[in-house]
């Protein structure tokens, strides 16, 4: 079961963060700021997989964002590497080439894409697909909402 998704640069700032259990704040910090740390120093041929404490952590470099997936430890590392590129796919279909600024301006957007993957750390959705279709009515329903405003005001 997936613990937590990160997302940060190669600076180490973070862009989305998603915690899928309770954890105290000052925790959250703690692992943040370590496990950035830890995958910041390694190098680039080295093993995608850490041990952290009582957890395995997956993660993977795309251009200059790092995807960063905590796991249970028996948890498949593969299925995880899995997720996070297709994650990424769904970002990169609808952004057409998604980069760190995307992320950045239109974070809703990134956090409803990985809601629609991922719900309550399990995989919800394996279909790009239904995932974007579910996103195109979401953003039909946010442009009518829009409009309908505009037209009262």
């Not at 959705?125 to 829009?146: F, G, N, P, Y």
């Amino acid at each position: 079961m997936i613990q937590y998704i990160f997302l940060f640069s190669r600076h180490g700032k973070c862009r989305l963060q998603h915690w899928y259990h309770a954890v105290p704040s000052k925790d959250k910090k703690r692992i943040y700021r370590d496990l950035v740390s830890l995958i910041l120093s390694r190098k680039s041929r080295m093993c995608h997989f850490l041990e952290y404490k009582d957890m395995k952590v997956v993660y993977k470099r795309y251009a200059s964002l790092f995807f960063c997936v905590g796991i249970d430890t028996n948890d498949n590392e593969l299925i995880v590497l899995e997720i996070i590129h297709r994650y990424v796919d769904l970002l990169d279909k609808y952004f057409g080439s998604v980069c760190e600024l995307d992320v950045i301006f239109n974070y809703e957007k990134a956090y409803y894409i990985l809601d629609e993957l991922v719900l309550g750390g399990e995989i919800q959705e394996t279909s790009k697909k239904t995932v974007l279709k579910a996103i195109a009515t979401q953003d039909r329903e946010e442009e009518e909402e829009l409009s309908g405003k505009s037209k009262t005001s």
